[in-house]
Each structure stands twice: as C-alpha cells, then as structure tokens.
C-alpha cells in the first residue's frame, strides 16, 4: 500500500489549540505545521493537501502539487483570493458544532435586542428600577440573507424561540413554515423584516450588499420601530460607513457585527462606543480544530478510495 501524502497545516488560529488539535490527527501521515518554525523554508513540492486558513500568499508557490485543499472554515474568500490558488478542488468546512455556535451567536443577538438589554444595562449601572414595554419574539419578524448550511439552522433555532422568520438566497428555498424570497425580490423580503440577520458569503455578487439603500429598506412597523442589523457572515458584505450613518440617524436601531470590512477592528471605530450596537472579534463561530481535522482526514480517505468528495466549493459561484 503507497504511504499516505503528508497534508500541510497552516491555520492562523491559536497556535497552543492548533498543536493541541493536531495530536492523534491524521494518523499515519506527516504533519507539516506551517506555524512550527522547523517547517521555515521547507520544500512542500509532491504534497497533495492543505488545510488552510488565511495562509500566507506564497504558500501555493511553495506547494505546487497540491491536488485538494481544505478550508479552516465554512468561509472560503480567503482561500479564492489568494495568489497562485492552484485548480483543484476546494472543500470546505460544515460542522456540527460550528452551525450551532453559529445559531446560537444569532439567538442570542436577537435576543438582546429583543430584551433591550442595553437598556436595561445601562439603567442598572445607574441604579435605575424601571421597566420598559416589552414585546415578545412573535412580535418580531427576523430576515435572514443566506439560507445556507447556517442560515437554514438558524431560522430553525429562532422559530423555537417564538421569532417569526423570512429568508433571502440565492436560488428559491422551500422551509416548512417559513416565507422565502430569491434573488430580485430581495426588496419584498426587506419590506418584511425587522431584524436583518447576514449569514452571507462573500462572493463579487455580496461584496457591500448591506449599504444605505438595503437599510431604508427595512421595515419600520416593528414593535421598537427602527430595524435591527446583525452580521455574522462577512464584513466585506457590510460598508461600515453606511452602518454607523444609520445608527446615527435612526435608520436602524441597532446592531450585533462579528465582521468586519477591516480586521481586526481599528481601536478609533465608531462602533465601539455606540449604545446598542454589540461587537464579537469574528467568534460567532470558531471552527473546532479536532472536529476540522477528523473531517479533512474523511475527505482524503474519500478522495483516495475514489469516492467523491463532499463539500465542494463552487469556483464560479465563490462560496
Ligand atoms: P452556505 O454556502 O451553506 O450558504 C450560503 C447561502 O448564501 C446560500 O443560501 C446561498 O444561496 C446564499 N447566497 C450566496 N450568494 C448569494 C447571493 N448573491 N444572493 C443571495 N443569496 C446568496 O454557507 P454557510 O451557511 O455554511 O456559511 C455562510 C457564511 O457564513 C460563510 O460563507 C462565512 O463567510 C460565514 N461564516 C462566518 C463565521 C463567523 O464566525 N463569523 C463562521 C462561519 C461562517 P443558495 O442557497 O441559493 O446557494
Ligand atoms: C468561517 C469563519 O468561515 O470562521 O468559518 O469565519
């Protein structure tokens, strides 16, 4: 039997959790962790595999043979966009407990908001006793853009909650029990949704998707009255600038961003000291390492008995 390809790590994740993550990983193949300074300079030529996440731009010069790479993440726009990304597939990660970090990112900002927990934060800071006129979550239609792998998790766990849902994609869904929209009549899926939640790719088609004119979009006959924006997709899909206008002026009434167009976020960011607007460094949805190792290792084995592989990336598409 041939001996099995080495596959190179190289995942800008923490470095303790990525050595921890790797050990009984990938057993009977070399490891070749780019984050161990042994591997500096290292010819990577006759390798088949990568798993990767925001690698540096020579790596495909230095692995020239590769013949799969995996992605770190369900994300896929830092692999595509690096130079020299050689034409083999692209699989990239769909994980259990990376949906339901995901899901509950989202429950939980809509909740926040919901509760007006700012609100009542403040007022407890001041040693405030006073309630506020609370609607419940069937009150509140939540709109989802991208009914992915993510999005369509999501939308189950807010139903739970008692949220009314609508979600936006690319090609038409059909979710039991929830109204869909595709592609142009994304204005009457805005025209519904009080609180807009992204679960977008970033892809030339999303890129700046999130803008003023989305915002003015939005319904304003919810119970608090201004939309909500929460973004857990990309932050090249929202401009900043256009975000922290409408939370200025009243176009939205608040925001949860784990993206951003530029990360990590600059310390003199509007966002940080707006009131309603909650901020996470890109965690909505941290990839678990062992889980991202067990699956990339399931993909080689499929791909050296023949069988196809699964969770492909469509080049084309971007995601
Ligand atoms: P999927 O590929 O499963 O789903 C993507 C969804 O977006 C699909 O429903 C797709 O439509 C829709 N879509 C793509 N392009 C368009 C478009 N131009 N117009 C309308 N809809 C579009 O991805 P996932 O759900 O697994 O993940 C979504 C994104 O979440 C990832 O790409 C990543 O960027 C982000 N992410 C962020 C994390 C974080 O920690 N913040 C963690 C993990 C992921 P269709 O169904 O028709 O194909
Ligand atoms: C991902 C991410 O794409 O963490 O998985 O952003």
Redesign the pocket.
């Known amino acids: 039997m041939p001996a099995k390809s080495p596959v190179i790590v190289d995942l800008k994740f923490i470095p303790q959790e990525v050595e921890d993550g790797l050990k009984g990983a990938f057993p009977g193949r070399e490891v070749i962790n780019l984050a161990d300074p042994a591997h500096n300079g290292r010819d990577l030529s006759g390798i088949d595999y990568a798993v990767v996440w925001k690698s540096d731009p020579d790596l495909f010069s230095r692995a020239p043979d590769l013949k799969v790479v995996f992605s770190g993440?369900?994300?896929?726009?830092h692999v595509l966009t690096l130079p020299g990304l050689p034409d083999v597939p692209l699989v990239?990660?769909?994980d259990r407990s990376?949906?339901t970090?995901?899901s509950e990112?989202v429950v939980m900002n809509c909740l926040l908001h919901l509760r007006q927990h700012r609100a009542y934060e403040a007022r407890a800071k001041a040693h405030i006793w006073e309630d506020l006129s609370q609607p419940e979550a069937a009150d509140i239609t939540v709109g989802v853009?991208?009914?992915?792998?993510?999005?369509?998790d999501a939308i189950a766990k807010l139903r739970v909650m008692g949220f009314k849902t609508v979600g936006?994609?690319?090609?038409?869904?059909v979710i039991e029990g929830v109204e869909t929209f595709?592609?142009d009549e994304?204005d009457a899926f805005l025209g519904r949704t009080d609180i807009l939640v992204g679960?977008?790719?970033?892809?030339d088609?999303?890129r700046g998707?999130f803008d003023a004119g989305l915002f003015s979009k939005l319904s304003r006959n919810g119970p608090f009255g201004a939309p909500v924006f929460i973004n857990?997709?990309?932050g090249g899909s929202q401009v900043g600038a256009d975000i922290a206008a409408a939370l200025e002026s009243g176009v939205l009434g608040g925001a949860s961003l784990?993206?951003f167009e530029q990360e990590p976020l600059d310390k003199d960011s509007p966002f940080w000291e707006m009131d309603n607007v909650y901020i996470t460094p890109?965690?909505?949805?941290?990839?678990d390492v062992r889980a991202l190792f067990a699956h990339a290792e399931q993909q080689m084995q499929r791909f050296e008995s023949g069988l196809p592989l699964q969770h492909l990336v469509d080049r084309k598409?971007?995601?």
Do not use: C, N
């Open positions: 993440g369900a994300g896929v726009d990239r990660f769909v990376l949906t970090r995901m990112w853009m991208g009914l992915g792998v993510l999005g369509q936006w994609s690319r090609s038409k869904k595709a592609g994304l679960l977008l790719p970033l892809t088609e999303t998707i857990g997709g990309r784990d993206v890109h965690v909505a949805a941290s990839s598409a971007g995601y």
